[in-house]
């Protein structure tokens, strides 16, 4: 009850800003701010329904992203260092996306309350927009800078974000089936008014403690290299200026110094420091690399795991060399015999005569760059193989083998629809 | 016509030999050894038609199988030099499985030519029994044996008796259709006849030549590699006694010595010798070892090769380690994005947290040795994505790992039939 009405008055005191800005659009700044910096983007963004009865849409709107503005320049100075970077920071991106975000909330809950059958395009290509920070803001988050958070031991924030940003998914997703369908008129309004709520209310949590915890514990390397990894991921609307040079050398998560200092634990959000209740962070130390770790392009193995990694593949392998030499096979359950005098052999001797100058030709195409694949499937003792050859280049795309790989494609070929949970049974 | 003269002579001489050895059984080393030994194999097979006119079944089998004795122990002293060798031996164990093979032939020969509908079955198992040759006895040869002669330079030999091989082979397959179906006498009989003779004749071409170039070519340490390696393809008929031993380490066939002696070059079967026209054998001598290669259990590859290798691979991989730490993932075009931030990360932080309690459940189920896969699949923008788990062991079962892949199998399920030729147009 006593929610209702203190929704009540924040609604009334949204619609007295929302005429007074209707006046006089410069005179917001001075004389609401107070009002409009004492209600969240979720707390308006539920008075949307309410302003869509006196106002046109278009004055909703520009009414809303006035006061994200100023909402955002109203936030304590220690919660806008992120804003202050330059841009192509990584930090500054997240924060720039995050206005962005909170801006497109706001439009599809407007869209979302305006939605009917015929006007359904209209809702469309906002939820479409506002879903994509899924795999975007929200992975560049979870995938690249919250393993330097972990590193450093900060752990319950960032999973109740992950959190909040798959059940964000989750409701993108229904929000998708329903659309597909013949949706109602309330339901999709409902929907959208929820996810954008939930979508300003996780903003604002990155606002407020995310960035803050990540400006305080990152050092330059380790910024530049999350920024070296984002742009595989994508961003949210269109790609940062490229501002932002350090001279720092990258720092990959691994090994990231998980210690924290006494100066920057006394900087951190007080709520981050609240969940501690006066414990110190405590750091991941977990040495990665091994003495005999093979230094591979994406990762570091012993030989014995590479060995046991390629040997439990679906698959068989066999790699001949830019010398047209077997050099490797696995030793899976093969279903063709390999044995080790095949290594070293030309592969013309590795196969019955008549299929030589099918070897031939196929190399040839490879290493000449004609081809990158052939593929051939037969049947024995009713199974049924998939064979392929895949022209293997170095970096700079120059031949350096040929991979060929045998699967037993039969039971892959029976799996349909989905399996999404485990399937043991206990 | 010449030709046809002389079969008949010859088939007069076996029909003459053979009146003489129902009559004293005892007498037939004696009186037709001169005979006996000027006829081949091969040519005893083709005139089996024959001697069946004149004979029992039970009568001709036992006619022959003495017969190919006393043609092998007639056969000079320089081409039976793998029979002298100890049992266990490789080269003594191809020996035998060719005498074997050689007395399989004529039954196959025997059971052609009483071939009926209603007597299908007393060929049935003959047929099965001589055609596993070409997965034992020839594969040995060609993937264990041959690759020692490629590196001594022996390569005219070799190909011409894989052609042969690969000859059978196909004649197997055939007759195998021919018996699914609903066959004619005339042509059973004909195929059994044309695959015996040509067993024979093949079998004879490996004692006379093949034999004797490995028995003078090859080393001890190369004969204890090529046994370590022939169990893995089997053996046509009862495995070998196990007799032979030695004490010289295995060489494998890329370690082989491929200079060939004086001596050993005068000992060569005089045919092979005459192939080269008086030159020497070029032998093999390319180094397979290179500086900087990793040495796994079945090759031998660089570091950029092993990245290169598991990116080419037509699925996404990645390793977990036994501390539950994310160690290596591959670059390929990927369906879910990884950036080298996850390495070292543990399991639990890469999956929303909402998955973990399933990653959890997954992992210790292959630890502690109750699981060793777990498989899931999905559509992602309409392609159908197999993702499994594979708990990784090394060779004494012990857990180091889980491996992750993912797959896009929505074009192999549309693979039917077969593709045995390349599809390339030009």
Same mark, same amino acid.
């Given at each position: ?64 992203? !006035? ?8 936030l ?33 809950a ?9 006007? !359904? ?11 994509s ?150 750091g ?12 591979l ?11 046991a ?22 030793e ?28 031939e ?14 593929e051939?499937?037969?049947?024995i ?32 070929k ?13």
């Amino acid at each position: 009850m006593s929610e209702i009405l203190k929704e009540n008055g924040i609604q009334v005191k949204i619609t007295e800003a929302m005429k007074a800005w209707r006046e006089d659009a410069g005179s917001l700044r001075e004389k609401n701010r107070a009002v409009l910096t004492g209600v969240s983007p979720a707390g308006v963004i539920r008075a949307v329904p309410i302003m869509l009865n006196d106002f046109t849409p278009e004055e909703v709107m520009g009414f809303y992203k !006035a006061y994200i503005d100023i909402f955002l320049e109203s936030l304590p100075v220690e919660k806008r260092s992120a804003e202050q970077l330059q841009p192509g920071h990584p930090l500054k991106t997240l924060w720039d996306e995050n206005r962005e975000i909170l801006r497109d909330a706001g439009e599809l809950a407007i869209r979302g309350c305006l939605f009917s059958r015929e006007r !359904a395009e209209k809702l469309r290509p906002v939820a479409a927009k506002l879903r994509s920070m899924g795999f975007t803001h929200y992975d560049r988050e979870e995938m690249v800078l919250f393993p330097y958070l972990e590193k450093k031991g900060v752990s319950a924030l960032i999973t109740s974000l992950w959190r909040s940003h798959d059940r964000i998914r989750e409701r993108f997703r229904e929000m998708n089936r329903a659309l597909g369908g013949a949706p109602e008129k309330e339901k999709i309004r409902e929907m959208s008014l929820k996810i954008s709520e939930e979508t300003a209310d996780t903003a604002i949590r990155e606002t407020d403690l995310l960035y803050p915890t990540a400006y305080i514990l990152l050092s330059p390397g380790e910024w530049a290299a999350i920024k070296e990894q984002e742009g595989r991921i994508g961003y949210y609307g269109k790609p940062p200026e490229d501002r932002w040079k350090t001279d720092a050398e990258p720092v990959q998560a691994y090994e990231a110094d998980p210690h924290i200092t006494d100066e920057q634990m006394a900087a951190l959000p007080a709520s981050v420091r609240s969940v501690l209740g006066g414990m110190q962070l405590v750091g991941d130390y977990y040495e990665f690399k091994r003495g005999g770790d093979i230094e591979l392009n994406s990762g570091y193995l012993l030989p014995e795991e590479i060995d046991a990694l390629i040997n439990h593949l679906p698959l068989d392998v066999t790699f001949i060399d830019s010398d047209d030499r077997v050099r490797f096979f696995s030793e899976n359950a093969r279903s063709f015999v390999r044995t080790p005098s095949v290594l070293g052999r030309l592969v013309w001797f590795c196969h019955p005569p008549k299929s030589v100058s099918t070897v031939e030709k196929i190399i040839e195409a490879f290493r000449n760059g004609e081809k990158d694949e052939a593929e051939f499937w037969i049947t024995i003792n009713g199974r049924l193989m998939h064979i392929r050859y895949f022209a293997v280049r170095d970096r700079w795309g120059d031949y350096i083998g040929t991979l060929e790989t045998v699967q037993d494609i039969t039971d892959l070929k029976r799996i349909e629809g989905e399996r999404r949970l485990l399937d043991w049974e206990d």
